[in-house]
C-alpha cells in the first residue's frame, strides 16, 4: 500500500499559478503510476494528468494540455502538478492516486485503474 498526501492547494485568481504536490510513503518502489484527478460537487471525478514512476511518461486531459504539467522526483518520492494559467473552472478538490500496475494509455485516465489515494487539496480559482 502507498500513502499519498496532497499539499500546495489554495486560492488563486484567474491566470494565476499554483503548484500542487504529491508526497509519497510506503510501498512507492512498487509505483507503476501516479495521477492526478480533480473534483467538484456538480461534477464526477475526472482525470487530469499522470506519470509512470520510472520512465517519467505523462499523459494529461485535454483541458490540462499546454497549460499544466505532472512531474516526479524520485529521490524525494513526490509528484507534482505545475498549474498555469488558470481559470475559475479550474476550481475543485485536487487528488493524487497511484497503481502498482501497468496499466495501459486508456486505462490511466480512469479511476479504477489506481489503488490508492489522497485525500485531496482544494483549488479556487477567482473570476
Known amino acids: 500500500q502507498v500513502q499519498l498526501v496532497e499539499s500546495g492547494g489554495g486560492l488563486v485568481q484567474t491566470g494565476g499559478s499554483l503548484r500542487l504536490s504529491c508526497a509519497t510513503s510506503g510501498r512507492t518502489f512498487s509505483t507503476y503510476a501516479v495521477g492526478w484527478f480533480r473534483q467538484t460537487p456538480e461534477k464526477s471525478r475526472e482525470f487530469v494528468a499522470a506519470i509512470t514512476w520510472g520512465r517519467g511518461v505523462t499523459y494529461y486531459a485535454d483541458s490540462a494540455k499546454g497549460r499544466f504539467t505532472v512531474s516526479r522526483d524520485k529521490e524525494k518520492n513526490g509528484v507534482y502538478l505545475q498549474m498555469n494559467f488558470l481559470e475559475p473552472e479550474d476550481t475543485a478538490v485536487y487528488y493524487c492516486?497511484?497503481?502498482?500496475?501497468?496499466?495501459?494509455?486508456?486505462?490511466?485516465?480512469?479511476?479504477?485503474?489506481?489503488?490508492?489515494w489522497g485525500q485531496g487539496t482544494q483549488v479556487t480559482v477567482s473570476s
Open positions: 492516486a497511484s497503481t502498482p500496475r501497468m496499466v495501459t494509455v486508456a486505462q490511466v485516465t480512469t479511476i479504477r485503474a489506481y489503488t490508492d
